[in-house]
């Protein structure tokens, strides 16, 4: 059996680099209008100036006249409306002071008392900023950030049911249970940069499936790769309840204990790195095991057949905790032109695996879409830093300034998902041209006018 990656071609409404802006105003008014911005309430999960405002600051205490939280700020209203380099950072932030001085103001700019005006800090001062910043400390606080608020976003439900009253009647048959949230682990380089060892710097996210949110983020350490990084990405962080999806780079012993201990259910994918765990799930008879979903879509040309059959997981598994094992099979037929001439290209892939979450915990249509919905991290989050942003044809190299910038990216992008939108690039171009739509999607407030 030939296993390769079942990774679905990004989805069209999730449109990174382009798109109309019809709709897109209307609704970021509206988001304007309620109270708080996204999230409703005034005290939701924290404003972005008063996270920010926890980031580690490396800089000498002595002369400073920009706050760091202010020059954070600023650079995440930047980058949410498109910019992608510190320069355009620092450009933006100047046009913000000739034009805007009542956003620039709530971005927690210096403001000088001889002129009365809040003054940017200049193209240069991001530049050295950017590079003191601690970064660690700015994926750790804005992602706690981001996971508080989407508990909040979602207003979480325990992730068991209460036990039932034994003097109580008796229930009608449960209904399905509910669907978990999910997230997905992966790796991306950062092409064209180097750190100050001279090494490609390599970033290890974890990313939620269905609002399109990265709430943990860490460097790859330059000597070792991604499996070593699992642990401390999501350590300290409550993910009690959600189910982990990850590439078979991470299908590892080690990581189904930690996520087991700290209650969270895994979904991992059976490859050639793990196996005696393949050749297991390889043995079993699937022909005798009906199709438990199955799901047929068309679209742009294609047509797309997903099967998924589940059954127990094998005794003999070395993987500990593991309940159910699965074989996810697709067929797809697509249009490729060549030589103007059409034809239609079939293409069969299957993908074995095997996860912790029980019958009762789930359903095979949950799993199946988990496993689909591992592939959001690639289509909404490095894609569009990619194509969007081009993070990857970037020309900051050296320091920490290429991991902050994708960490900017990061919250700019999870900030416009929060407030209901996919489409980032229309979104960021309507940003441009709405300071009140942008100050809401920020979850800014008013700042003091010392005096002005």
């Not at 679905?8 to 509206?30: I, K, Q, S």
């Not at 589940?310 to 099979?329: G, K, N, Y």
């Not at 044809?393 to 902050?404: E, M």
Request: proline content about 7%; aromatic content about 4%.
């Amino acid at each position: 059996m030939s296993v390769e990656c079942d990774m679905p071609v990004r989805d069209a409404n999730d449109d990174a680099g382009g798109g109309g802006c019809d709709g897109v105003f209307a609704a970021l008014a509206t988001l304007a209008e309620a109270p708080g911005g996204p999230g409703g309430e005034p005290g939701q999960a924290g404003r972005l100036l008063a996270v920010l405002g926890a980031v580690g600051d490396r800089r000498d205490p002595r002369g400073i006249r920009h706050s760091m939280a202010s020059v954070l700020a600023t650079s995440v209203a930047a980058v949410a409306c498109g910019e992608t380099s510190v320069t355009a950072i620092g450009q933006w932030a100047k046009l913000a002071e000739a034009h805007n001085q009542a956003l620039l103001g709530e971005l927690g700019a210096r403001h000088n008392p001889a002129t009365g005006r809040y003054q940017a800090p200049h193209a240069d001062t991001f530049d050295r900023i950017l590079a003191a910043v601690d970064a660690q400390s700015l994926d750790d606080v804005s992602g706690e950030w981001m996971l508080a608020r989407l508990a909040e976003t979602r207003r979480q439900t325990p992730a068991d049911p209460p036990a039932p009253d034994a003097t109580a009647e008796p229930a009608e048959p449960a209904a399905d249970p509910p669907m978990r949230p999910g997230f997905a682990v992966d790796g991306k380089a950062l092409k064209s940069t180097i750190d100050a060892d001279g090494k490609i710097v390599h970033l290890l996210s974890a990313f939620d499936h269905q609002v399109g949110v990265t709430f943990a983020q860490r460097q790859v350490d330059k000597k070792s790769n991604e499996i070593p990084g699992f642990r401390p990405l999501i350590a300290g962080l409550d993910l009690r309840g959600w189910v982990a999806t990850m590439d078979a780079l991470h299908t590892q012993r080690g990581h189904v204990t930690f996520c087991h201990d700290n209650g969270i259910d895994v979904i991992m994918i059976a490859k050639d790195n793990q196996p005696n765990l393949f050749n297991s799930l390889d043995a079993i008879n699937w022909r005798a095991i009906p199709v438990s979903h199955r799901v047929e879509e068309r679209g742009h040309g294609r047509h797309e057949i997903r099967t998924i059959q589940i059954t127990d997981a094998p005794p003999d598994l070395r993987f500990e905790h593991m309940s159910q094992a699965f074989l996810v099979e697709r067929y797809t037929v697509r249009p490729v032109r060549k030589n103007g001439k059409t034809t239609h290209v079939e293409t069969a892939v299957a993908v074995l695996g095997v996860t912790t979450l029980t019958p009762a915990k789930s359903t095979p249509e949950h799993v199946a879409t988990y496993i689909r919905g591992h592939w959001a991290i690639e289509n909404k989050s490095h894609y569009v830093r990619d194509v969007t942003y081009s993070e990857d044809a970037s020309r900051i190299g050296r320091a920490d300034k290429p991991r902050v910038m994708a960490t900017l990216r990061n919250i700019a992008i999870s900030l416009i998902r929060l407030a209901g939108h996919t489409t980032i690039a229309p979104t960021t171009r309507a940003l441009r041209y709405s300071p009140d739509q942008l100050k809401a999607v920020l979850c800014l407030r008013p700042q003091p006018n010392n005096g002005a």
